[in-house]
C-alpha cells in the first residue's frame, strides 16, 4: 500500500468513525432521556430497586465535590498534608506557554511530545 492509500484509507476510517460517534450520540441523547424518566418515577414513588426483564436498576447517589476557591483549597491540603485529595494533573496550554516563554518547565513537571497526525478533507 503506498503512503497516499494509506492516507486515503485512515481517512475512510476516520469517517466511518464520526458516522458512528453521530449515532452513539444519538442513542445517547435517548438513553438520557429514559434515564431521567425513570429516576423521577423511581423516586416519586419512593421505591430503592426496580427489575424488568431484562435488567434491574437501582439508584445511587453520586458525589462530585468541586473548588470553588483553589488558593483557599490548595494551602489548606498542604498545610494539612492531605495530598490524596488532590489530582495529579497539570494545564497542558499553562506549561506550554511558561516553557516557551523561559525554556524552563516548573520543578517537579516533566513533559514529553508525542507526533500526532493532521488529515483532512480533499
Known sequence: MTLGEKIDKLFELREKKLKAKEIVSDIQKDFDIIQID??????????????????????????????????????????????????KRVSSAAIKEMLDSTNKLPPGVKSYTEPKLNLRRI
Open 38 to 87: 425513570i429516576i423521577s418515577h423511581m423516586q416519586a414513588e419512593d421505591v430503592k430497586a426496580v427489575k424488568g426483564i431484562k435488567a434491574s436498576a437501582s439508584i445511587s447517589i453520586g458525589f462530585y465535590p468541586g473548588v470553588e476557591d483553589l488558593e483557599l483549597f490548595a494551602n489548606w491540603v498542604v498545610k494539612n498534608g492531605k495530598y490524596e485529595m488532590m489530582q
